[in-house]
């Protein structure tokens, strides 16, 4: 069966650290690009990061020096290491296979992130 189980989320001081784990299942781990989502309240989902097969990556401007994607192999799981985090970092995050012709598009339930002053 086909699926993401995001892990993770919680309550963070601002410029705190907190770290998310996706984990798929075989199929989707060894043949997509995975990438993380964040959708904060009233805002629109937006693209966080990415990682290819081969750990290319790929950040939002808004994250990058601060997030690193990285692929665990041994675990299947893709994970986001999320440090000076800001109260705008708020959101519930969620994991995301990308498009890929005639592939169907695979979410996560998500997982909440809470930046406090």
Known sequence: QEQLLESGGGLVQAGGSLRLSC??????????????YRQAPGQQRE???????DSRTDYAASVKGRFTIS???AARTVDLQMHSLKLED?????CKTEPT???PIYWGQGTPVTVSS
């Open 23 to 36: 984990a798929a299942s075989d199929s989707i781990f060894n043949t997509r690009v995975l990438a993380w």
């Open 47 to 53: 693209l966080v990061a990415r990682i290819t097969k």
């Open 71 to 73: 692929r665990d192999n």
């Open 90 to 94: 708020t959101a519930v995050y969620y």
């Open 101 to 103: 012709m005639g592939r």
